[in-house]
């Protein structure tokens, strides 16, 4: 499974747009990249997955730059309730099986 | 429709003991994987069902176990608790086959002191 590096945290000014990136240089050529979000005490959610360029969803964008070695995860005007901790994943998985989160990137919106 | 469900949410065990926990998955997924969370090692993957049979399995010894259901549901034992077993357990089901998305429940907190 290829590891990912993301800064441990982050803070944010609500109404602001926020871009964080991870860092996955092993990324194979099968792989997946995902991201996920955990609130306090709950299980993490799926935001978005891509594989190369840019995905789009109803809450988010995904950016992956041709050589795949990085993506940024964006977040358009962020508000109180998008603190939490984002997880970047890549690989091929099938659906949760063995999973790798690593650290996460902690949000911190401020109003 | 329903999401993964948890049970117990929360449970205080003592040294030594041995808990049981159970995940019910969304109707209709196969795959039930189990994965322990601690402020230390993060999430870390314990074992993946699939059709009754263990799929995959993390870097865990052998007091933790599991077992999956004709109906898919699944159960996490964890034998002679210690300490460090204090940890958020989640459950996370998906659909059968691909890299698909997964979809956690929202855990069960155990403490054993």
């Known amino acids: 499974l290829a590891k990912t590096t993301q800064p441990i945290s982050m803070d944010s000014y609500e109404g602001q747009e926020v871009n964080i990136t991870c860092s996955h240089n092993?990324?194979?050529?099968?792989?997946?990249i995902t991201w996920y979000q955990q609130f306090p005490s709950q299980g993490p959610r799926f935001i978005i997955q891509g594989y190369k360029t840019k995905v789009t969803n109803e809450v988010a964008s995904l950016f992956i730059p041709a050589d795949r070695k990085s993506s940024t995860l964006s977040l358009p005007r962020v508000s109180l309730s998008d603190t939490a901790v984002y997880y970047c994943?890549?690989?091929?998985?099938?659906?949760?099986?063995?999973?790798?989160f690593g650290t996460g990137t902690r949000l911190t919106v401020i109003p | 429709k329903a999401g993964v469900t948890q049970t117990p949410r929360y449970l205080i065990k003592t040294r030594g003991q041995q808990v049981t926990l159970s995940c019910s998955p969304i109707s209709g997924h196969r795959s039930v994987s189990w994965y322990q969370q601690t402020p230390g090692q993060g999430l870390q993957f314990l074992f993946e069902y699939f059709s009754e049979t263990q799929r995959n399995k993390g870097n865990f010894p052998g007091r933790f176990s599991g077992r999956q259901f004709s109906n898919s549901r699944s159960e996490m034992n964890v034998s002679t608790l210690e300490l460090g077993d204090s940890a958020l357990y989640l459950c996370a089901s998906s659909p059968v086959g691909g890299f698909t998305e997964a979809f956690f429940g929202q855990g069960t907190r155990l403490t054993v002191v």
């Open positions: 994943l890549v690989g091929t998985g099938s659906g949760a099986n063995n999973l790798f």
């Open positions: 092993n990324i194979a050529t099968n792989d997946y």
